[in-house]
């Protein structure tokens, strides 16, 4: 089992950027693929982008594609969510999301192909 807390929302305006972050806790991090989701008010919750156990795989949401990056730190038990050009319409709750994944198998988009979850860190983009 892993536990996931996100940290580093906030309220930027727009064209800003902000970075979040997901510690986890454990010594088998590396053993997780890993996601970023965010909901909106009155929502879904919908897939951002996934990182592969190593860090060498990733993959992104067309709407976030060339602003967002996603990276993880291994030694750290941390994954990072780098948000540059921010728009009002990527306001939301921002979770992070874990998986054990057989080797060899594509980064999943759909919430429930993740077992973990964090508790949510709001960003929140104004015009």
């Known amino acids: 089992q892993v536990l996931l807390v996100e940290s580093g929302g906030g309220l930027v305006q727009a064209g800003d950027s902000l970075r979040v972050s997901c510690a986890a806790s454990?010594?088998?991090?590396?053993?997780?693929?890993m996601a970023w989701f965010r909901q909106a008010p009155g929502k879904e919750r919908e897939f951002v982008a996934a990182?592969?156990?190593?860090?060498?795989?990733?993959s992104y949401a067309d709407s976030v594609k060339g602003r967002f990056t996603i990276s993880r730190d291994n030694a750290k038990n941390t994954m990072y969510l780098q948000m540059n050009t921010l728009k009002p319409e990527d306001t939301a709750a921002y979770y992070c999301?874990?998986?054990?994944?057989?080797?060899?198998?594509?980064?999943?988009?759909?919430?429930?192909?993740?077992?973990?979850w964090g508790q949510g860190t709001q960003v929140t983009v104004s015009s």
């Open positions: 999301a874990a998986v054990a994944l057989s080797p060899g198998t594509s980064l999943p988009r759909t919430r429930t192909d993740y077992s973990y």
């Open positions: 454990g010594r088998t991090f590396n053993t997780y693929s």
């Open positions: 990182i592969t156990r190593s860090g060498q795989g990733t």
